[in-house]
């Protein structure tokens, strides 16, 4: 039999696998962390329903005040708080939009290094499972031969 060559083993020589989590949560700043808050918070129903509440009681309290209405009707403060709030609150829902595209970018790149790595492996066992093959082909051809020769030899040995 031919010394058939096998592949040599695999050493998985590539940095561990990292957690796009992390690697995030590593770089965040202190502005980028209040601005992912805000936009939590922001875009919640808990929120929504709380700013509807406190609206409603502002327009109530300015529309029944026995005594002084600080606000009253169209509600020119109301609208003017509003608008501050909204002129705050978009700019930093947009930075925390832009940080997780960031993070969806890194996170592509790491499923790509992964990807990388994972087809380096796989080229390695298909070449390791091509070698078997020979080695198995070789094998049933030794066999066939092995029981051609008995076949023969108790043919021989027949009277």
């Known amino acids: 039999m031919t010394q058939t060559p096998f592949p040599p083993p695999y050493r998985h020589e590539h940095g561990p696998v990292k957690n796009a989590n992390e690697v995030i949560k590593e770089q965040l700043t202190f502005g980028q962390r209040a601005s992912d808050w805000i936009a939590e918070k922001v875009g919640s129903w808990e929120f929504i329903i709380g700013q509807s509440a406190l609206l409603i009681l502002w327009g109530i309290l300015n529309v029944t005040a026995w005594i002084q209405h600080w606000d009253p009707y169209p509600f020119i403060l109301m609208n003017l708080v509003l608008s501050l709030q909204a002129a705050y609150t978009a700019p930093m829902i ?13 996170e592509a790149h790491l499923d790509y290094e992964i990807n990388q790595k994972a087809e380096i492996e796989i080229k390695i066992i298909l070449e390791n499972l091509e070698a078997q093959n020979v080695v198995i082909a070789e094998l049933h051809h030794m066999l066939k031969e ?6 023969a030899e108790t043919t021989a040995l027949k009277p």
């Open 94 to 106: 947009m930075m925390s939009q832009n940080r997780k595209a960031d993070r969806d970018r890194i």
């Open 146 to 151: 092995l029981r051609n020769n008995k076949v």
